[in-house]
C-alpha cells in the first residue's frame, strides 16, 4: 500500500491551480478543513469554484479566500451567516448557484459513486427546477446569470426534477484520525459533508487530527476508505471556533437574582 502522508499542508495543495473546483467538507464551522484552507489561501491561488455546504463566516474557514476575492464561483445550500458573501454577490463579483441541502449531498455523494445524475422531489415546482435563480448580477444589479430549467419527470405520479452530481478537481476534507494509507474516521458531527466530499473529488487531501499506523483503525469504524483519498495531512492542533456562541439564563438564586451561566 502507498504511504498517503505529505510533510506540510502547504505541500498538500501546492498543485491546486487557479480557477480549479474544490468540495470542502465542513457544517458551518463544524468539521471544516482549517489548516488546508489556510495554505491555499498562503499560496494565493484564485479563481476557484467552491462546492460545499456554506462558504465559512467573516474572516474565517472559505471566509478567507472570500475576503481576498480568490472564490469566482460556489455551489452552497446555506450562505447567510456571511456578510461579505452577501455584499459580493449582490455586487455582482460573485457567482452563486444555491442548491437544496440534501440534494447537494446527494450531488457529492452521486459523483463519487460513478452516477452522473439522478432525480429528486425537492426543488419540484419552483425556479430550482423551473429556471430563473439569479447566480449572478452585474454592477448595475441586474441579472447576468440565471440558473437554467431542468428536466421534470413523472414516475408513479410523482414529478421528480433531474440534477447533476459533481466532480470537483480537488476535496479538502477535515478527519478526527487517520492512517498512513488514507483511510479516515471522522467525529461525531463534524462527519457532516466531509465523507461526501472526499468521495467525490478527483484528489482527496485530508487533514487528520491524529495519524495513526495502517492497522490501527478497526475496519469496521472506518467511515471513509483509503481508496477514496490520495493526500493526508498531520494537523495535531488547528483552531476550532463557535460559529455562534449562546449563553442560557440559570434558575433564579435564593435571593431572587437571576445569574447567567459560565459568568
Sequence with gaps: MIDKVVASAAEAVADIPD???????????????????????????????????NCGVDGWGLGRLLDDHRIRRTISSYVGENKEFARQYLAGELEVELTPQGTLAEKLRAGGAGIPAFYTTAGVGTQVSEGGLPQKYDDAGNVAIASSPKEVREFGGQDYVLEESVNPDFALVHAWKGDRHGNLVFHATAMNFNPLCAQAGRITIAEVEELVEPGELDPEQIHTPGIFVQRVVHAPNTEKRIEKRTVALSAPSAAGTTEQAGA
Design 19 to 53: 480557477g480549479a473546483s474544490l468540495a470542502v467538507g465542513g457544517f458551518g464551522l463544524c468539521g471544516i478543513p482549517v489548516a488546508l484552507i489556510d495554505a491555499l489561501h498562503e499560496q494565493g491561488t484564485s479563481g476557484l469554484e467552491t462546492i460545499s455546504n
